[in-house]
């Protein structure tokens, strides 16, 4: 009788620096305007791009009842091609989910991406690999996780969903040329705050959620263009010298 093939877990990503996990996903892009044959636009469609590019099957899941988890969003199962989505992100039951379910979508499609090739066939190790049953999946995706898989796929995520190109118009378009600095918003920071808690129904009055909130309402027009939540469009801007926590010293 011979082996039974089953799969391994994965190993550990090899170190990727920031910006080859950029070109990773400006590759993807760029694959998805040639099969569409349309130019790239804010609000990357990423359904389009896991099923219709990548061949992947996306499903609605009670992932968090099914892991015991309520910080599970996502997983995916790569010999299977299958994505699964927390069904707390329907964005059907709630468009206000629309920006966490495009992020987490990004996310384990950049999984999909950067990682399928660590999880590979094995004949003669499979009986000492306990639980990597056909049914487990590869990864599951949790808030906050810090493992070097889940901040490749949550940096991933915010390159193919945020280009920096098209980040840049936007913002020139909404904001104009120059960055906005926090101490610029102080003067408009009770407004602002107001405005805040209006739309969240709430906000913790502590001085970091207080200086995120004030960032993420600048955020909040470029996010709505590009599909995403007001946060990842902060930490994105942030990224691209757009949003300043303390103003750039002056040279002279």
Partial sequence: MGSKTTTTRPNEPKFLPDKHIEEHADALLGQFAQHSGESLAPGIPVDDIAEVVLGLTVE???????????????????????????????????????????????????????????????????????????????????????????????????????????????????????????????????????????????LAMDQRSIDNAMLEHVARPVAEEFKVSAEAMMYRLEALGLLLRKAEPMLF
């Fill in 60 to 202: 609605m899941m009670d992932l968090q009842a099914l892991f015991g988890d309520p910080d599970v969003n996502g997983a995916i199962w790569i010999p299977q091609k299958k994505i699964g989505i927390d069904q707390s992100l329907d964005t059907q039951a709630n468009k206000r989910k629309e920006g966490r379910y495009h992020y987490t979508l990004a996310h384990e499609i950049g999984h999909w991406w950067l990682h399928r090739h660590l999880y590979t066939p094995d004949t003669a190790q499979g009986l000492l690999h306990a639980g990597a049953s056909a049914a487990q999946p590869t990864y599951v995706c949790r808030d906050g996780s810090k493992a070097p898989v889940e901040i490749q796929a949550n940096k991933f995520a915010a390159y193919l969903l945020m280009p920096a190109k098209l980040v840049f118009t936007s913002w020139r378009e909404i904001h104009g040329l120059d960055a906005v600095t926090l101490d610029s918003l102080r003067p408009r920071q009770q407004k602002i705050i107001a405005a805040e808690v209006l739309h969240r129904g709430g």
